[in-house]
């Protein structure tokens, strides 16, 4: 098996370079609130905490600030995003907007397959048509069983076709992060429609450090422990020192938090850990692969699913922005297992459903490929958060603030834009809203 990148080194001069781009702040050490994590949501709550006139550090652990948005502007000569790539909702979405004030290239995309084969059998328009139904059946269904009661996706299937295995895997792994044997039709069914979706040439992840430029952020600083039982504010434990300020608000994603990275004294209530634990981590990993020269009939920007027997498939995005990259997507259990066995095994597999689909010599012409390591990043533990099937109301749980002083936002609390970087964002400045009348004391909260 052949490795073909060095994702330290990469890692460590992406990191430099925003360290580098960076301006040295004045941080104040007892600010008004402390926002724990620099990605979509902690930027989202910092830029509204300082509109509101008020002060605030963010305490990132990683070497930039971002999160799961992150663009790597080096392997493939064009930028790729590692994590998020799709402005999604972008009629709701504040990135949006900044993307356009800033004369971002922007690329609407359909999000619908376009492609799809079976096997090696390449499904027909009228084959495609039928996914589509089934999508669109599942769809319908949940939200009618989610009225009722809530259960697993799998019951808003009505039978295994082949199209409505496709369309469980394109709703399911490839979008949600989980099977649809794991995923609850009420959140499924309250999660929002994303269209319309644009990709950005320059990286999501580019766009969300640029949004995020001008907060004052601690970098490479773990928060450890957070105080939160004595006196009136929070203390905020770091290698560097303890932050004592009125409120926090914790950004970091369920994973993190089921994983205990952060101690909370005292311990998190029974009801907030059953809510982090019911609300769990969901993948999606990429296998971006360089592939010079013939593009197999397909177009850029296609979106290319490759159904399978035994839940192994693959969803790839087709050269985009015109480049000669394919971006294979697995998701769900199966992206979890492929995580297990390491990024040789990843692009292995990558290139053996190319061998199956496009012939025996498309694996020859992969010239550079990678596999993204969001299963394994201690920072997030997973790609995005999905609640279990039964288990709906914990998502309210873990929202709830403890003792009014310590706050949650992120991805996993956006309402209806859940698990995206444009819901993130706007959970923060909810949150850095609610927190702000609560600073401001009863008198305020009542005008
Ligand atoms: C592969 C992949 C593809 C995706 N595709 C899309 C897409 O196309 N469109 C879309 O909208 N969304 C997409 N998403 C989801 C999107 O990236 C996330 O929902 C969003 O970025 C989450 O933002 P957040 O602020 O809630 O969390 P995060 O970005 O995880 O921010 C939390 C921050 O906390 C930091 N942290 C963790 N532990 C500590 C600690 N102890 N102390 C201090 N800091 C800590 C982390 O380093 C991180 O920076 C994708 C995600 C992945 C992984």
């Given at each position: 098996?052949?490795?073909?990148?060095?994702?330290?080194?990469?890692?460590?001069?992406?990191?430099?370079?925003?360290?580098?781009?960076?301006?040295?702040w004045a941080?104040?050490?007892n600010?008004?609130?402390v926002?724990?994590?620099?990605?979509?949501?902690?930027?989202?709550?910092?830029?509204?905490?300082?509109?509101?006139?008020?002060s605030?550090?963010v305490?990132?652990a990683?070497?930039?600030i971002?999160?799961?948005?992150?663009?790597?502007?080096?392997?493939?000569?064009?930028?790729?995003d590692?994590?998020?790539a799709w402005?999604?909702?972008?009629?709701r979405?504040p990135?949006?907007?900044?993307?356009?004030?800033?004369?971002?290239?922007?690329?609407f995309?359909?999000?619908?397959l376009?492609s799809?084969?079976?096997?090696?059998?390449?499904?027909?328009?009228?084959?495609?048509?039928?996914?589509?139904?089934a999508?669109?059946?599942?769809?319908?269904?949940?939200?009618r069983?989610?009225?009722?009661r809530?259960?697993?996706?799998?019951a808003?299937?009505?039978q295994?076709t082949?199209?409505?295995?496709?369309?469980?895997?394109?709703?399911?792994?490839?979008?949600?992060?989980?099977?649809?044997?794991?995923?609850?039709?009420?959140d499924y069914?309250?999660s929002?429609?994303l269209?319309?979706?644009?990709?950005?040439?320059e990286?999501?992840g580019?766009?969300?450090?640029?949004?995020?430029?001008?907060?004052?952020?601690?970098?490479?600083?773990?928060?450890?422990?957070?105080?939160?039982g004595?006196?009136?504010?929070?203390?905020?434990?770091?290698?560097?020192g303890?932050i004592?300020?009125?409120?926090?608000i914790?950004?970091?994603s369920?994973g993190?938090?089921?994983a205990g990275?952060?101690r909370?004294?005292?311990?998190?209530?029974e009801w907030?850990?059953?809510a982090?634990?019911?609300?769990?981590m969901?993948?999606?990993?990429?296998?971006?692969?360089?592939?010079?020269?013939d593009?197999?009939?397909?177009?850029?920007?296609e979106?290319?699913?490759?159904?399978?027997?035994?839940?192994?498939?693959i969803?790839?995005?087709?050269?985009p922005?015109?480049s000669d990259?394919?971006?294979?997507?697995?998701?769900?259990?199966?992206?979890?297992?492929?995580?297990?066995?390491?990024e040789d095994?990843?692009?292995?597999?990558?290139?053996?459903?190319?061998?199956?689909?496009?012939?025996?010599?498309?694996?020859?012409?992969?010239?550079?490929?990678?596999?993204t390591?969001?299963?394994?990043?201690?920072?997030?533990?997973?790609?995005?958060?999905a609640?279990l099937p039964?288990h709906?109301?914990?998502?309210?749980?873990l929202?709830?603030?403890?003792?009014?002083?310590?706050?949650?936002?992120g991805?996993?609390l956006?309402?209806p834009?859940?698990?995206?970087?444009?819901?993130?964002?706007?959970s923060?400045?909810?949150?850095?809203?609610?927190?702000?009348a609560?600073?401001?004391?009863?008198r305020?909260?009542?005008?």
């Open positions: 098996m052949q490795t073909n990148f060095q994702l330290s080194r990469r890692g460590l001069l992406a990191g430099l370079a925003v360290l580098a781009a960076r301006p040295v941080l104040p050490s600010p008004d609130v926002v724990i994590g620099a990605g979509a949501a902690g930027i989202g709550a910092a830029l509204e905490l300082t509109k509101r006139g008020l605030c550090v305490v990132e990683d070497s930039r971002g999160g799961r948005a992150y663009t790597d502007t080096t392997t493939f000569g064009i930028p790729f590692i994590g998020c402005i999604h909702a972008a009629d979405n990135f949006y907007k900044y993307a356009q004030d800033d004369g971002y290239k922007l690329h995309h359909d999000l619908n376009t799809l084969y079976y096997g090696q059998r390449r499904s027909d328009a009228r084959g495609l048509k039928r996914e589509h139904e999508e669109e059946t599942i769809r319908k269904n949940s939200e069983i989610a009225k009722r809530d259960t697993a996706v799998t808003a299937v009505p295994w082949p199209p409505f295995e496709a369309a469980a895997t394109y709703l399911g792994p490839m979008d949600m992060g989980v099977d649809l044997s794991d995923l609850s039709t009420t069914a309250r929002a429609d269209d319309p979706n644009y990709l950005v040439y990286g999501y580019t766009l969300v450090a640029k949004v995020g430029e001008s907060v004052p952020v601690k970098l490479s600083t773990p928060v450890r422990t957070i105080r939160w004595e006196g009136k504010g929070v203390r905020v434990e770091t290698d560097a303890t004592e300020a009125r409120a926090a914790v950004t970091v369920t993190v938090l089921a990275s952060i909370f004294d005292p311990v998190l209530p907030k850990e059953t982090i634990g019911e609300v769990p969901g993948l999606l990993a990429k296998i971006p692969m360089l592939i010079p020269g593009r197999f009939g397909i177009k850029p920007f979106n290319v699913l490759i159904e399978t027997p035994g839940r192994q498939e969803y790839f995005l087709a050269w922005w015109e990259l394919m971006v294979g997507f697995v998701g769900g259990e199966f992206g979890w297992q492929l995580s297990a066995a390491g095994a990843a692009i292995d597999f990558a290139k053996q459903r190319l061998a199956q689909t496009f012939g025996s010599d498309a694996p020859k012409r992969v010239t550079k490929a990678l596999f390591k969001w299963a394994s990043n201690p920072l997030t533990r997973g790609a995005y958060a609640c039964g709906y109301v914990e998502r309210e749980k929202g709830r603030p403890l003792a009014e002083r310590v706050f949650f936002a991805e996993a956006a309402g834009l859940i698990q995206t970087a444009g819901g993130a964002f706007l923060g400045e909810e949150t850095a809203t609610k927190v702000a609560q600073l401001a004391g009863p305020a909260k009542a005008a």
